[in-house]
């Protein structure tokens, strides 16, 4: 599809750009344009625009506002050494996207038109994506955008892509995080929207993670709706254990879970390096039972944004328990070291995971 390019009339000054990269309060700071592509049940995916970033204008009545049609996905564009500039992965947010749409009786946007929107923002405000830690970090969304209270799937939707260059998601400046395990709130239940990406799941979780922060925890863990007794995945990160024998433990996507590239990317790379990783159930109990006897040395939180923080503290309703020595351990570094390294162009990519945007211009 032919993309409309409307450059931003007053684009932000290069030295402005430098001041705001410098240290980025992680979706505080936007780039100057977005991309946006509208369906109708008439014309199908038309309209498809890069243009200054703006607010939209929408009808009170606009179906999302009433009933939360609205889906979304995270991703990263890194400033390579070489001045180059790589996505991690993004044919992956793209299946994801559709998938996410799918579940929520939403248009399906075509893979390759979400690539060639995502290259496209990233392509215009490529001054924008920071240099050493820093990453650009890429928001697609989409949202049911009829006039309509009818309780029914839209007729017509809004996709659009804003960035924002961010540093790392938890400011707490420690080598690992705090979580709260959450006895009395649950994300997602068998049959419902866990798997997707939809912003609803997240107004759910906000009740918990509001308590994790009173408790002093940087981020909630969810137990499973069914038994309260199940390891699903934080709010906004999946989750891995280190055990004692070397191997890695993982939830399994149960389709209550949402299926994180990041945790897919560390499962193949474990297992490339020799590591045994088992996709199992795992109890809170067992999880407190094996820290205290040392059969779990390290447990890490892994996704887009907290790209993989080793957990230190567990705090739950019945009291707290260290993991490890409460800092990043051994196997958690490597993993780390090992994700943002291919990421970043500083070890190989034999999966040919990274995706080089074409037109740098700053290289
Ligand atoms: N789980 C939840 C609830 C998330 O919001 C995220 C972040 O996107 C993840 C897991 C990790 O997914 P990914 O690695 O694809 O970013
Ligand atoms: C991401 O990692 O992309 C997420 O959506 C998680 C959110 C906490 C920012």
């Not at 994801?96 to 939403?106: D, G, I, L, Q, V």
């Not at 390096?273 to 109890?283: D, L, R, S």
Request: negative net charge; aromatic residues 10%; glycine residues 10%.
């Amino acid at each position: 599809m032919q993309f409309v390019v409307e450059q931003h009339p007053n684009p932000t000054p290069a030295e402005q750009i430098a001041a705001r990269l410098e240290s980025p309060v992680f979706g505080r700071v936007f780039t100057d344009h977005m991309v946006t592509i509208r369906w109708s049940e008439a014309s199908g995916w038309h309209d498809a625009k890069v243009e200054a970033r703006r607010p939209f204008q929408i009808d009170p009545a606009c179906a999302v506002l009433h009933y939360a049609q609205e889906i979304f996905e995270g991703m990263k564009a890194y400033r390579r050494e070489d001045g180059s500039i790589a996505l991690f992965r993004p044919d992956q947010n793209a299946k994801r996207f559709r998938a996410s749409a799918a579940r929520m009786s939403m248009a399906e946007l075509p893979e390759e038109l979400f690539m060639q929107a995502i290259e496209a923002l990233v392509d215009i405000d490529q001054a924008w994506v920071p240099g050493g830690d820093g990453s650009l970090y890429i928001r697609p969304f989409m949202f049911a955008n009829e006039s309509f209270l009818g309780v029914r799937a839209s007729a017509e939707y809004l996709f659009c892509v804003i960035a924002c260059p961010v540093g790392p998601y938890f400011k707490s400046g420690k080598s690992a995080v705090t979580v709260w395990v959450s006895d009395q709130y649950t994300r997602a239940a068998p049959g419902g929207t866990g798997a997707a990406k939809c912003g609803g799941n997240y107004a759910a979780s906000l009740i918990a993670q509001t308590e994790a922060s009173a408790k002093g925890c940087d981020q909630v863990v969810f137990l499973d709706a069914a038994q309260h007794r199940w390891i699903e995945e934080l709010g906004g990160m999946n989750v891995f254990f280190v055990m004692d024998d070397g191997s890695l433990v993982t939830p399994p996507l149960s389709g209550t879970i949402l299926p994180g590239i990041t945790r897919a990317s560390i499962i193949d790379l474990a297992r490339k390096e020799g590591i045994e990783v088992k996709e199992t159930p795992y109890a809170f109990d067992s999880w407190r039972e094996d820290a205290a006897s040392g059969r779990v040395k390290e447990a890490f939180a892994c996704g887009t944004a907290a790209v993989v923080t080793a957990i230190g503290e567990v705090r739950h309703a019945g009291g707290e328990f260290t993991i490890g020595d409460g800092g990043e351990g051994q196997v958690t570094r490597r993993i780390r070291t090992l994700l943002t390294g291919i990421q970043r162009g500083k070890e190989a990519d034999p999966s040919n995971w990274v995706w080089k945007l074409k037109s740098t211009k700053q290289a």
